[in-house]
């Protein structure tokens, strides 16, 4: 499935798939409802949701009745760290989003496309988290101050 939502493209074929969920029901039952979670080659979150007639995901078929379908929500990352936390297991949602430790807090910044990027393809290349990617460059500077 691919859409363009705010200028931004979402493909389910070149994004990375995340995690994913089910409520259980089997598909094609009304209730069915699944949930995948994608994070673009730039970083940016998106959920490909699909489900039955009496899930969010229903469209209208006319004269008052309703059929499944589906569509692609795009998500910030607190978002994306919400919906991994509620669907995911601890293990999964580590390594998305880098381990949970006690006493550390969330920090958001403004960095430019270019470098939030390069930070994206660098974690990937050594299979880590760009969370403990940037904590291992601060740790760092804040040792060897210049």
């Not at 859409?3 to 009304?30: H, P, Q």
């Not at 979150?45 to 692609?72: C, L």
């Not at 669907?87 to 807090?105: K, R, S, V």
């Amino acid at each position: 499935m691919k859409k363009v939502i705010g200028g931004s493209m979402y493909d389910t074929k070149t994004a990375k798939k995340l995690g994913e969920w089910t409520n259980g029901e089997r598909c094609g039952d009304f209730n069915y409802c699944e949930e995948i979670l994608f994070r673009t080659k730039s970083g940016k979150y998106f959920i490909r949701g699909e489900g039955g007639a009496m899930t969010k995901y229903a469209q209208s078929a006319g004269n008052n009745s309703w059929s499944g379908g589906e569509r692609i929500e795009p998500l910030d990352r607190a978002s994306a760290m919400e919906w991994a936390e509620e669907h995911l297991d601890g293990d999964e949602y580590e390594a998305i989003f880098g381990p949970i430790e006690d006493g550390t807090e969330q920090l958001s910044i403004t960095i430019p496309a270019a470098l939030k990027a390069r930070l994206w393809e660098m974690a990937e290349q050594r299979k880590v988290s760009v969370s403990v990617l940037v904590l291992e460059v601060l740790q760092k500077a804040v040792e060897k101050p210049e």
